[in-house]
């Protein structure tokens, strides 16, 4: 986009319309005649299309200021956004759903609009544009690599340098007449207010954790009430984690699920529908061990005993394990091997779910991981020798 | 928020009170209100509450404020046990 621009700057043919169109010709030649089959032609290629790009539907226009046509997006989501999000809340090429960084607007943005910074998770972004409808503003999207803010932060993609490195791009101080930029307050773990300040001369202000608060955070003069500043983990906002949770046990669980299988048919008398049925009991304490501890857990969180996530993953492992056994008419060690399965899967699966949480520290993972995963193995271990050896021995 | 805690008596988190200035930026950046500024100084008030985002450090002006920051997921942390505290990690 960018070279075009300049492209028709050197042109010097006065034209300043919306995208830079050559002069209309001074006749215009009769259509041929159209031919007769198939259905009729779509809509013409919009003004705004250029070769080697793609028009993103959330753009409705695009404004001329002065570094150039910037987009200006719609605040409404259509129903792309939206399976967009559910595709990335499931999981599916969730790394590659992002947008191209640089300067957008939303409403009629002007020179003393306010300055909203992102990052360029398309998800982030649909959060953010969401809560503006009737707001006037640019925003600036960094290259986070299509990460989320907080992550992004934490892995110092939303950093100082890009803020940075995007405002010089955008050429910010030609666009705005003010020197602020408004950053969310979960940027903080990667951008130095400071900093940024002595770098290029705005100044961060910190803004609203949740982009559902900007609006109010906007109009009353930027100040951040109490509430803007805490964090909530509700009930829906865990269970919306919960499908990525899954998706990424699914790959471990394409060996794992085999395996079992090679398991259940380690036994002095082997046929195939023993071998299928004990398999299927296996599988099943497995399959529920994810569901205790990746969905169960997260669910019940707030309500669980103890503060370690692998106690908890424990506790709704056994009893998930207690329901598979018993849906199963599951009997003697078998079921302990089973009940035991799906506690140190739960277990696992529980301990993984600090990272979706916005409270657990690093120190405190650690910690209970030196607890939890010698449990963990030694519940598993437990699970192949009472499997095995109710078999031949016991 | 106050309704979870992690565990506790786990946070590197260190304010070197001498040096601060008092400007306050580690209370407004917290995620959990673990600052608050007492008699134009800034005091730890939640070091439970710590998770350890690095977001005080970075944002102090006169380093007066130390963590050690890091991500807090189990898969990242046995990446790092296996692969060494500097590898490259594929994480969440």
């Known amino acids: 986009m960018r070279e075009i621009i300049t492209n028709k700057g050197s042109c010097d043919c006065g034209v ?19 031919p007769c089959c198939g259905a009729p032609p779509g809509p013409p290629a919009s003004e705004d299309e250029r070769p080697g790009y793609q ?16 987009p200006q997006v719609a605040s409404a989501l259509g129903v792309v956004d939206h399976f967009g999000s559910l595709k990335a809340r499931l999981g599916i090429n969730r790394d590659q759903y992002r947008i191209a960084p640089g300067l957008y607007s939303v409403g ?21 544009r969401r809560e503006l409808a009737g707001v006037d503003a640019w925003i600036l999207v960094l290259d ?35 020197r602020q930029l408004i950053l969310p307050q979960l940027a903080a773990p990667g951008v130095a207010a400071h900093r940024v300040r002595k770098a290029c001369g705005f100044t961060v202000v910190w803004g609203p954790i949740r982009a559902a608060d900007l609006r109010a955070f906007l109009s009353s003069d930027q100040q951040v009430e109490e509430g803007m500043r805490q964090l909530t983990f509700t009930m829906a906002e865990r269970a919306v984690l919960i499908p990525v949770e899954i998706s990424l046990i699914m790959k ?11 398991l259940a048919a380690v036994s002095p008398q082997v046929s195939p529908g023993l071998v299928w049925r004990r398999g299927l009991d296996l599988a099943l304490a497995f399959g529920g061990g994810v569901f205790s501890g990746a969905v169960l857990m997260p669910l019940l969180l707030p309500w669980l005993p103890w503060r370690s996530f692998y106690l908890k993953g424990l506790l709704t492992g056994l009893l998930g394990g207690l329901a598979v056994v018993v849906g199963r008419g599951g009997m003697g060690w078998d079921a302990v091997s089973m009940v035991l399965l799906c506690m ?46 109710g078999q031949f021995w016991l | ?73 189990a898969s990242y942390i046995i990446q790092t046990w296996i692969k060494g505290k500097d590898a490259v990690i594929e994480c969440c």
């Open chain 1, 55 to 70: 028009l993103c539907p959330f753009v409705e226009r695009f404004v001329e200021t002065p570094i150039g046509q910037t």
């Open chain 1, 108 to 128: 009629v943005a002007g020179s003393g609009s306010p300055v909203l910074v992102t990052a360029n998770y398309k998800l982030t972004f649909d959060a953010l």
């Open chain 1, 144 to 178: 986070t690599r299509g990460v989320n803010v907080w992550c992004a932060a934490g892995k110092k993609t939303f950093s100082t340098e890009e803020v940075v490195r995007q405002v010089q791009r955008a050429r910010l101080e030609e666009i705005v007449c003010h």
């Open chain 2, 1 to 73: 928020m106050k309704d979870y805690r992690y565990l506790p008596g786990v946070s590197t988190l260190v304010l070197h009170v001498d040096s601060c200035v008092g400007c306050g930026s580690c209370a407004l950046v917290c995620p959990h209100q673990v600052f608050a500024l007492r008699d134009k100084k800034a005091a730890i008030i939640d070091l439970d509450g710590c998770m350890e985002c690095g977001a005080c450090a970075l944002n102090c002006p006169v380093s007066a404020i130390s963590v050690t920051p890091g991500v807090g997921c």
């Open chain 1, 16 to 34: 300043s319309g919306m995208a830079g169109l050559p002069p209309l010709p001074m006749f215009q030649p009769e259509p041929d005649d159209a």
């Open chain 1, 344 to 389: 140190a899967v739960s277990s696992y699966a529980a301990m993984n779910f600090t990272g979706a949480t916005p409270y657990a520290s690093p120190s405190g993972v650690e910690k209970e991981m030196r607890r939890g995963i010698p449990i963990q193995i030694a519940a598993l271990l437990a699970t192949v020798a009472l499997w095995v050896g």
């Open chain 1, 252 to 262: 471990p669980a394409l060996w794992i699920l085999p395996a079992l299988f090679v």
